[in-house]
């Protein structure tokens, strides 16, 4: 069954340094989202993208964030100098439609120190 | 923007029925949907309301009120592998999902 992977699992890293999340979205998927879930809150939405194009994003989503889709396959998200809030789990999510199932990659944990 | 409201934390014995509320607040509005997330678990996806009405996908069935900006979701004959978190989630924009608060659900033998 096709799936959404994500790399790394899990990422540890010294505040300030940039950070690069990857994510393989299920192959004939349109449409991507980036989410965060801080442990044991909600899960928050970051951005979402088509078409090579951010479609929607949230006030989280700030200047220190990226988004980039370098070839067909791979799909990710950077920061660039990290803050100890942005310790999170971070979730990637594709869908062929506007409406319905966003399925979603295990994640990525990232630990800021 | 959007909001969402759900309760916290219900409790329900193994094999009763159990309903989750979910209230929205959304400029934009284009379906209501339910995902699962076991604890340390990506979310999946449980079912997608446009419409007002009742929607059954075996044991959970999902109900939308738009005039009222609130929906459900409903679990019946609970198992012990139904403990979980459940998050409604609105469709609010061109390509936005905005998820819930969170509801931990604990079922009990």
């Known amino acids: ?33 980036w989410y965060r879930q801080i442990l044991g809150q909600k899960v928050e939405f970051l951005v ?13 989503f700030d200047d220190q964030f990226s ?16 803050k100890l809030e942005d310790s999170a789990m971070y979730f990637c999510a594709s869908t062929d ?4 199932e966003l399925f979603f ?6 630990t800021v120190l | 923007g959007q909001s969402l409201e759900q309760p916290s934390e219900v409790t329900a014995v193994e094999g009763a029925i159990v309903q989750i509320n979910c209230t929205y607040q959304t400029s934009g509005f284009y379906g209501l949907s339910w995902y699962q997330q ?13 419409l007002d009405g009742l929607e059954e996908t075996g044991r959970f069935s999902s109900f939308l009120s738009r005039s009222d900006s609130y929906g459900y979701l409903l679990l019946q004959e609970l198992q012990m592998k139904d403990s979980a978190s459940y998050f409604c989630a609105v469709h609010g ?9 969170g509801t931990k659900l604990q079922v009990i033998p």
């Open chain 1, 1 to 33: 069954e096709p799936e959404v992977t994500q790399t790394p699992s899990h990422q540890v890293t010294q505040m300030g340094q940039e950070v690069i999340l990857r994510c393989v979205p299920i192959s004939n998927h349109l449409y991507f989202y």
């Open chain 1, 48 to 60: 979402s993208f088509y078409n090579n194009e951010i479609s929607e994003k949230s006030e989280i």
């Open chain 1, 67 to 82: 988004v980039e889709r370098p070839d067909g396959s791979n799909f990710t998200l950077k920061i660039r100098s990290t």
């Open chain 1, 97 to 100: 439609s506007l409406t319905g």
């Open chain 1, 105 to 110: 990659g295990e994640g990525s944990r990232l």
């Open chain 2, 38 to 50: 076991h604890d340390g678990g990506a979310p999946t996806f449980l079912s997608y309301n446009a």
């Open chain 2, 93 to 101: 924009g061109y390509q936005k999902v905005t998820f819930g608060t």
